[in-house]
């Protein structure tokens, strides 16, 4: 069956840095973009990151463009967020999404979540 499994999540003080990993089986990874959404006590989720399928294209939130870098790889099935300078905010639990657009609608899964917490 599809698995997304997170994992890399912990306690850092500001200014420090994590790399969280997802790893995917059950499904052709390399066929889908893969994101690092988050969601924080009291707020909605939100996306901080995504990277094409191929890994050549990715985006990121305002909030962490510049500190924090996806990116996959194909022959590992795994994705990965590497967290730098990290801030209070960034306290959230993180998810790992896949999702790929087909002929017959969308197929989207979601992982178990990690929890970051970033506290002096």
């Known amino acids: 069956q599809v698995q997304l499994v997170e994992s890399g999540g912990g306690l850092v003080q500001p200014g420090g840095s994590l790399r969280l990993s997802c790893a995917a089986s059950g499904f052709t990874f390399s066929f889908y973009a893969m994101s690092w959404y988050r969601q924080a006590p009291g707020k909605e989720r939100e996306l901080v990151a995504t990277?094409?399928?191929?890994?050549?294209?990715?985006n990121y939130s305002d909030s962490v463009k510049g500190r924090f870098t996806i990116s996959r790889d194909n022959a590992k099935n795994t994705v990965y967020l590497q967290m730098n300078s990290l801030k209070p905010e960034d306290t959230a639990v993180y998810y790992c999404?896949?999702?790929?657009?087909?002929?017959?609608?969308?197929?989207?899964?979601w992982g178990q979540g990690t929890q970051v917490t970033v506290s002096s």
């Open positions: 990277i094409s399928s191929a890994g050549g294209s990715t």
């Open positions: 999404n896949a999702r790929r657009r087909t002929i017959l609608g969308i197929d989207n899964y």
